[in-house]
């Protein structure tokens, strides 16, 4: 769920319960700049591009140290305050971003983002998304 200055992932999390039912974790991606979502699922992580640097031993959330997509984000970023700005005083300069990414049982999120932060752990998808839509801000 994005909205103009927030996101939130809701993902499905048996390891969150102490009774082993399926919970919901909503988790806000503070200062979102780029996301991935999709393949691989579980089955196919060692097909993943980072399946060979240390994907293999995440079990469910790690951070991407040496990040190529973190790297590409910020030439992108430099070269358009350079076009934009044209040395008017505006800098390039990395930003604080890091690459976090997800293993869930069907998909991979990546997030180019500030930090994590764990919202909450919810009964069911229902009472995530209600808690992400009072928190969402759409400009």
Do not use: T
Not at 12 to 27: G, I, N, R
Not at 59 to 85: C, F, H, P, Q, T
Not at 95 to 103: E, N, Q
């Amino acid at each position: 769920l994005h909205g103009d200055m927030n996101s939130f992932l809701i993902y499905s999390s048996y390891q969150a319960s102490d009774d082993h039912s399926a919970k919901s974790v909503l988790v806000e991606c503070v200062g979102l700049s780029l996301s991935q979502f999709g393949y691989p699922n579980d089955e196919g992580v060692a097909e993943h591009r980072l399946a060979g640097k240390g994907l293999a031993n995440v079990e469910a959330l790690g951070e991407v140290k040496d990040s190529e997509l973190l790297r590409e984000y910020e030439s992108i970023r430099r070269r358009s305050a350079e076009r934009i700005w044209q040395g008017r005083g505006v800098s390039g300069s990395p930003s604080p971003k890091r690459h976090f990414i997800f293993l869930l049982k069907e998909n991979v999120f990546e997030a180019v983002c500030r930090e994590l932060r764990l919202v909450g752990v919810f009964p069911d998808h229902s009472a995530a998304l209600r808690e992400a839509a009072s928190r969402i801000n759409l400009g």
